[in-house]
């Protein structure tokens, strides 16, 4: 059974590196760390992105609190939540989760 959708658009340009700590937990400012600036705004665009989705759907959990993790086969889940799925895609000017 479904409880809660949401979906969210982030226009990467948009995004200020300085809200990186309020936006990604501890495991996701380590990844980021590691990229140049461009992959870096695309990244946390990404990750506001599904993180104001989760929001929208009703997780209220501080967004630095959520964690969203790699599985081996790179697809993405969020940590600590089993029965929440989500997704994110990126392209040029846009991130959506």
Same mark, same amino acid.
């Given at each position: 059974?479904?409880?809660?959708?949401?979906?969210?658009?982030?226009?990467?340009?948009?995004?200020?590196?300085?809200?990186?700590?309020?936006?990604?937990?501890?495991? =996701?400012?380590?990844?980021?760390?590691?990229?140049?600036?461009?992959?870096?705004?695309? #990244?946390?665009?990404?990750? #506001?992105?599904?993180? =104001?989705?989760? #929001?929208?759907?009703?997780?209220?959990?501080? #967004?630095?609190?959520?964690?969203?993790?790699?599985?081996?086969?790179?697809?993405?889940?969020?940590?600590?939540?089993?029965?929440?799925?989500?997704?994110?895609?990126?392209?040029?000017?846009?991130?959506?989760?």
């Amino acid at each position: 059974m479904i409880k809660g959708v949401g979906v969210d658009i982030v226009k990467i340009d948009r995004v200020t590196l300085n809200i990186a700590n309020k936006v990604l937990s501890i495991y =996701e400012l380590e990844l980021f760390n590691t990229y140049n600036e461009a992959r870096k705004k695309e #990244f946390l665009a990404g990750r #506001f992105a599904i993180k =104001e989705a989760l #929001f929208k759907a009703g997780i209220k959990d501080s #967004f630095n609190k959520l964690s969203i993790k790699y599985n081996d086969d790179n697809s993405i889940y969020l940590d600590n939540y089993n029965n929440v799925k989500v997704s994110i895609s990126h392209e040029i000017d846009y991130a959506i989760g």
